[in-house]
């Protein structure tokens, strides 16, 4: 998986992840993002080119497990488009958007792009994408929607 320093994600996008989290409520949402790279090491640009909606095996307003079986499906069908995974999505039903202790714990790769949906203040909704350091360390990730994909 390729290192992103900076995501752009289409308001389209954004919008299927909202309604997919709302729809999970009061669990968890959670799924896969994969797209295109531009550019090498901080220079990186990740266009995310589709988003997969996955299922949350533990239906829980706390934690997330993805279906395994969709997981699968979702690599494949990236590759089959000849996109890279860019990391993966999941809400916060009840709190903030960054990671928690239970989503540091289990971060197992660095190069991830792990974007976190806050549904606390349904007015105003905050997405942020960030990378989980082999340290347990939180890098925020420069994350832009736009209109369109380039």
């Known amino acids: 998986m390729p290192r992103v320093e900076k995501l752009l994600l289409a308001a389209a996008d954004y919008d299927r992840i909202v309604a997919h989290a709302k729809e999970g409520l009061p669990n968890e949402a959670c799924g896969l993002i994969a797209g295109t790279v531009a550019g090498e090491g901080e220079a990186a640009v990740g266009t995310v080119e589709h988003v997969y909606l996955l299922t949350n095996i533990d239906e829980s307003n706390e934690h997330f497990s993805m279906d395994p079986r969709e997981q699968l499906a979702a690599v494949k069908d990236a590759r089959a488009?000849?996109?890279?995974?860019?990391?993966?999505w999941h809400?916060?039903?009840e709190s903030p958007s960054r990671p928690s202790e239970e989503d540091k714990r289990l971060a197992f790769d660095s190069t991830a792009a792990y974007l976190i949906l806050s549904l606390m203040d349904p007015e105003h909704l905050v997405l942020n994408a960030f990378h989980v350091e082999h340290d347990k360390q939180v890098a925020r990730v420069p994350l832009e929607v736009v209109e369109a994909k380039a």
């Open 81 to 88: 488009h000849g996109w890279e995974m860019l990391g993966n």
């Open 91 to 93: 809400s916060h039903p």
